[in-house]
């Protein structure tokens, strides 16, 4: 199986800014549907955003308008730009194919933490 690596949590004020980065095998984020999900305690893991291999997005309601999913296939790389960051938008945030696949397993995740 191939676990992806994410990257680029930390602890941020409440309006502030992130971006997350997501590395996994050039075989999978070149050729499948790459979302973001995140886990706050408690809590169920959720899809905040997704791209498909040719660049389109859709994003879950909470986050629409603040945060950005992009891809570079070249770096096998996922991002997410998350803007105007809110205490709810704490979690551990997770990248993985959509649907999830055999061959990708769930990795460490990356801690984002939202002061208020």
């Known amino acids: 199986q191939v676990q992806p690596v994410e990257s680029g949590g930390g602890l941020v004020q409440t309006g502030g800014s992130l971006r997350l980065s997501c590395a996994a095998s050039r075989s999978i984020v070149s050729f499948y549907i790459m979302g973001w999900y995140r886990q706050a305690p408690g809590k169920q893991r959720e899809l905040v955003a997704r791209i498909t291999n040719v660049g389109n997005t859709n994003y879950a309601d909470s986050v629409k308008g603040r945060f950005t999913i992009s891809r570079d296939n070249a770096k096998n790389t996922v991002y997410l730009q998350m803007n105007r960051l809110k205490p709810e938008d704490t979690a551990v945030y997770y990248c993985?194919?959509?649907?999830?696949?055999?061959?990708?397993?769930w990795g460490q995740g990356t801690q984002v933490t939202v002061s208020s």
């Open positions: 993985n194919t959509d649907p999830q696949i055999s061959s990708m397993s």
